[in-house]
């Protein structure tokens, strides 16, 4: 059982550059979702998804793209990478409403 | 608003000693409290959760209590030792899947 996978582990773009951070879950987990950590500034919500199909903002979703189209995934798309995304990124999942969140291990992004 | 904060932002205690780490919450209303823990450059690992019906959860040397009245949770680790050394978050479920982070207690237990 893998639990919530993410790759790349460490990731390095330029300044408008564009790639799609992956996400999969194995446990048939209904709720996804994608935080940002950042130093001083906590976990921050960027978009969710409640299931297939479905997919909402959370507090920082500027400058970030999600989509649903099975259970077992969630990827973050970033459009044109800027310097302020520079971060490390965790994708979660929980099995339904007031359920545990599970993490992956998360990805090192740095925007030169 | 609801808003999580952790008091002390960093412990450094001596190997064996109990300790209590503080999570406090602004709005009552909550589903759940979840407590994690993060190794340096790792993801956040689930040790325990409350719901809101209860009281307390244990597991191991970990206890975790809840009083939603007064807003605060604690995570008391009895025995603490070296292998404990990590930053402890605590995290609030309101409903409407936003899950609301504290900024973390960083724990050194010296050997």
């Known amino acids: 059982n893998a639990g919530v996978t993410q790759t790349p582990k460490f990731q390095v773009l330029k300044t408008g550059q564009s790639m799609t951070l992956q996400c999969a879950q194995d446990m048939n987990h209904e709720y996804m979702s994608w935080y940002r950590q950042d130093p001083g500034m906590g976990l921050r919500l960027i978009h969710y998804?409640?299931?297939?199909?479905?997919?909402d903002q959370g507090e920082v979703p500027n400058g970030y793209n999600v989509s649903r189209s099975t259970t077992e995934d969630f990827p973050l798309r970033l459009l044109s990478a800027a310097p302020s995304q520079t971060s490390v990124y965790f994708c979660a999942s929980r099995f339904q409403d007031n359920s545990p969140l599970h993490f992956g291990n998360g990805t090192r992004l740095t925007v030169t | 608003k609801q808003e999580v904060t952790q008091i002390p932002a960093a412990l450094s205690v001596p190997e064996g000693e109990n300790l209590v780490l503080n999570c406090s919450f602004t709005?009552?209303?909550?589903?759940?409290l979840q407590w994690f823990r993060q190794d340096p450059g790792k993801g956040l690992t689930s040790l325990l959760l409350i719901q809101s019906s209860q009281r307390e959860q244990t597991s191991g040397r970990l206890n975790a209590s809840l009083d939603k009245s007064s807003g605060r949770s604690t995570l008391y680790i009895a025995a603490s030792q070296p292998g404990d050394s990590a930053t402890y978050l605590c995290a609030v479920y309101p409903g409407g899947f936003k899950t609301i982070f504290g900024a973390g207690t960083r724990l050194f237990v010296k050997a």
């Open positions: 709005d009552s209303a909550i589903y759940n």
């Open positions: 998804s409640v299931g297939a199909g479905i997919t």
